[in-house]
């Protein structure tokens, strides 16, 4: 069974009309394929005006949506190579980064990305994707590795953050993410960094300093969550999902927002509905981005793509210059 967010109950009703005449589909049932036709373009219809009229905070909802595609059924979609490697060499391997080595259309590439889990189980070894200092540790050492042997990195950032436990405190975890930033900003192979879900704080920043950084278009990024936002600004026991609504809208967190801001460099498209509507349709379009952003950036020379990168994040930002006449008759800026 399908998990419906609130904003999607108005889908369900068609799609188990849609489901059930597919079970009673004769091989020649022409009266059943013209019901089916007309059902399917209903369906699309409300997928359209449902997403076309999604709030920050909707948004937000569904790019933690359960059944939203995460790092692992990215990777098996997209490589059918794909070897694992664990550990940090100083400390312990931590589930909720997975990392390795495989083939996409005949590019290797070394893959790194966050991996919240499915079901209470795995959820909780995964720390639901909040890294420990050892994950981006680990996803450092495979990086450097990429790097020696001449191999791009392909990052998928979908974290709520950096775990702020006591134990990851105690183990460095702010130094830990100041390490992979300042790393990855050298690093002397192509960089694709791709928020596929939830892009949150430092935790997703330390996998995301890359050549070219994307999201998916329902996907969300942002220095802290409208929950977090929230308490800290309204600082009330009784927050409401007004409040996180309102938080969300005022971090600009929607992959459009943060085009408009030139944070991002582009946005890729999701199935009608999400990604979570069909994870071969998604993984398909986000294949096709890395294959044609690989060819690109193997064509650069590797001093000019270093200082493209420099540019990029040094010039990252929107201001406003002010001037205002003092009692004086001078000016500030």
């Known amino acids: 069974m399908r998990t419906y967010l609130d904003f999607e109950r108005p889908l369900e009703e068609l799609e ?3 489901e059930v005449i597919e079970q009673r589909r004769g091989s020649e049932d022409r009266a059943v394929d013209s019901e089916l036709q007309g059902l ?9 005006e449902l997403i076309q009229s999604l709030t920050p905070w909707q948004k937000c909802q569904l790019a933690r949506h359960p059944e939203r595609p995460y790092t692992l059924d990215y990777i098996t979609r997209l490589t059918d190579d794909f070897l694992e490697l664990h550990g940090d060499r ?3 391997d931590d589930p909720a980064i997975i990392g390795g080595l495989g083939t996409i259309d005949g590019h290797s590439v070394l893959i790194v990305g966050h991996q919240k889990g ?3 189980k795995e959820r909780i070894s995964r720390n639901f994707g909040q890294p420990h200092p050892e994950g981006y540790r680990k996803a450092l050492r495979l990086m450097k590795l990429a790097e020696r042997f001449d191999i791009p990195v392909v990052t998928f950032i979908d974290t709520p953050g950096a775990f702020p436990g006591p134990g990851a405190e105690e183990r460095g975890q702010a130094e830990a993410i100041a390490t992979n930033l300042l ?9 694709i960094s791709i928020v596929i879900g939830e892009g949150g704080s430092g935790g997703a920043l330390a996998l995301s300093v890359a050549d070219r950084l994307v999201m998916l278009e329902h996907a ?3 220095v802290i969550s409208p929950e977090g936002c929230a308490a800290i600004l309204w600082e009330s026991d009784k927050l409401t999902q007004e409040d996180f609504s309102r938080a969300a809208s005022a971090l600009k967190l929607t992959a459009s927002d943060l085009l408009a801001f030139n944070v991002i460099d582009a946005i890729i498209d999701e199935p ?3 990604a979570h509507t069909d994870m071969d349709e ?3 379009i986000v294949k096709a981005y890395i294959v044609d952003t690989l060819r690109t950036l193997k064509e650069i020379p590797k001093d000019v793509l270093l200082q493209q990168r420099y540019k990029k994040f040094t010039g990252m930002g929107v201001y406003r210059q002010m001037q205002e006449k003092e009692e004086g008759g001078g000016s500030a800026s």
């Open 16 to 18: 188990l009309q849609l």
């Open 272 to 274: 009608l509905g999400g």
């Open 220 to 222: 969300v990024y942002s």
């Open 118 to 120: 499915r079901g209470t």
């Open 40 to 48: 399917q373009q209903q369906l699309n219809k409300r997928r359209r």
């Open 282 to 284: 998604a993984a398909r």
């Open 90 to 92: 100083r400390f312990s």
């Open 183 to 191: 790393e990855l900003s050298l690093l002397s192979v192509p960089v």
